[in-house]
């Protein structure tokens, strides 16, 4: 069985590639002209959402850099311990809705530290993957668009990461906390 998904994984990409190729040339499409334009157009789209990149960036970095993360660190600690919660985590839940660099950067850290094998790391992954970097697909996808108005795209965005957060956190006691 891992063996015909090795093989499938391995030849998917180029059979679909292939079946969209056929079927363009069959429909009679241009398809290097088609092909250009759609990257030119991608192109456009990847200047456009620059400044909302940049700015995102800029955000995140602040953060860190500003001390604030390090202060929310201080005053969840206790609180965090007293539910079992490794306070190394605090750091990767806050930064999850900011960057999803940043939120891999913390995460090797606390693998490294802890190891892979222990509740800190394990609960560090299955948040990374519950929750989702909504700051950053706000100001890419919302910006590549043009929208101003975010209206409840936030709030529903952050508090979906909160749910996610606090779903993983049960999920990985039942699971994996000994």
Known sequence: MMNALNTLSVWILPVIISVILIYGAYKKVPLYETFTDGAKEGFWTAVKILPYLVA???AVSMFRSSGA???LYNVFKTPLEA???PADTLS???TRSLSGSATLGIFSEIVGTHGADSYAAKLSAVITGSSETTFYVIAVYFGAVGVKKLRHAVLTGILSDLVGIICAIIVSRFFFYS
């Open 83 to 85: 539910l079992k919660i």
């Open 56 to 58: 995102i960036m800029v």
């Open 69 to 71: 993360l390090d202060f």
């Open 92 to 94: 990767l839940m806050i």
